[in-house]
């Protein structure tokens, strides 16, 4: 049976042959003969597999010795919490952008530990900008971006000039491109949009980032507990790292981000030059700030959504329902979603378009 072509936000889309080694390693893992789910995270098998994925993400993203790589548990809704507790001096603040839903939880959550402002927000517009052209003063400990804002399919094309270390989200648009490591003092992503399973969360820090705070934190809550226990503090999640390891792989052999990034910009075009031609379907972000990523669209007729559903589910495309703070449809494209994919998605769109014409 053809796999169905799977627009989930997420978790998402991984590589097929990723499916298929991962699936492998459940069974036997490299002719070990134990699953990778029952062995000893402390064993020799597991350790190669941790320094593999830590090595690629740093030869991916062009990382530095500054930077530390850790996998924990708890997802970016735990940074959103763990980066303040961690990275804001008391007498100190923060600068926020509020660019949707998951700006405003990591604003949230900022508030309850430490004193913070809210320097720009694209909340005025139902976030379909990124705002840009705030002032950014030097005396605050970091700015906090979101780099791509899943649910409303906006994303910084490129990053502001900012005289403090930037803290950034990038869960759901993170490897999808290259980077400026140099930019950012911690980098934080849930595994599940383009890395992995859910269950495993990347961290990146710069090391001059930490020993700023003086308040005593739980052994769990601190970076330096795991970079001292090279992410092994507790039982890390086993499973969700060697799947991401293997992503990184494949990500690795097609060529590195800089090839990643011209095969999602195709693949982002096609669903767009669809919205720009046709009248039928109104994008929800504006055109320079468009997600790579995630492809947010409404139909000019609301009344037509289920029909249009309907319509995407019998040409196998799946997972299309917009997230209920914007309404109508996102196709989610992260760098597994084949270019084929994006295609028949496009040719649908276009027929549904013709039909109702
Ligand atoms: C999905 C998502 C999150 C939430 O991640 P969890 O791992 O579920 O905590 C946070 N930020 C962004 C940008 C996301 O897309």
Redesign the pocket.
């Known amino acids: 049976m053809p796999r169905i072509i799977n627009f989930s936000?997420?978790p998402s889309i991984l590589p097929q042959t990723v499916f298929e080694q991962a699936s492998q390693a459940v069974l036997n893992l490299n002719n070990s003969g134990l699953s990778i789910l029952e062995i000893s995270h402390r064993s020799s098998y597991f350790e190669p597999i941790l320094h593999e994925a830590g090595q690629l993400v740093r030869d991916l993203l062009g990382l530095t010795d500054e930077f530390e790589v850790l996998f924990l548990s708890?997802?970016?809704?735990?940074?959103?919490f763990m980066t303040v507790m961690n990275l804001l001096p008391e007498g100190q603040k923060a600068a926020y952008v509020d660019t949707g839903v998951?700006?405003s939880?990591?604003i949230n959550e900022a508030k309850i530990l430490g004193s913070i402002d809210v320097i720009a927000s694209s909340k005025d517009a139902n976030y379909n900008y990124i705002p840009k052209g705030y002032k950014i003063a030097s005396d605050y400990a970091y700015l906090h971006l979101?780099?791509?804002?899943?649910?409303y399919g906006t994303q910084y094309q490129s990053f502001p000039e900012s005289p403090i270390p930037i803290v950034c989200?990038?869960?759901?648009d993170i490897f999808s491109k290259p980077i400026e490591p140099h930019r950012f003092g911690l980098i934080y992503?849930?595994?599940?949009?383009n890395l992995g399973p859910?269950g495993v969360?990347l961290v990146i820090v710069r090391k001059d980032m930490l020993g700023k705070v003086n308040k005593t934190l739980p052994t769990m809550l601190r970076y330096e507990t795991h970079i001292q226990n090279e992410s092994m503090y507790n039982t890390p999640p086993v499973f969700p790292i060697y799947v991401s390891m293997l992503t990184l792989r494949w990500l690795r052999d097609l060529g590195g981000l800089t090839a990643m990034q011209k095969i999602n910009e195709r693949k982002a075009k096609y669903l767009y030059d669809v919205i720009d031609a046709i009248p039928f379907y109104l994008g929800h972000s504006v055109p320079e700030d468009r997600s790579r990523m995630n492809v947010t669209f409404n139909l000019e007729d609301n009344s037509l959504s289920k029909e249009f559903q309907a319509f995407c589910e019998e040409a196998g495309c799946d997972g299309l329902k917009g997230h209920k703070s914007v309404g109508g449809f996102r196709a989610s494209i992260y760098n597994a979603m084949p270019e084929e994919g994006v295609k028949v998605l496009a040719e649908v769109m276009k027929e549904f378009a013709l039909k109702h014409a």
């Open positions: 936000a997420g708890g997802g970016a809704s735990t940074q959103f998951w700006s939880k990591a979101t780099s791509n804002n899943t649910i989200d990038m869960s759901s992503g849930g595994a599940q949009k859910a969360t």
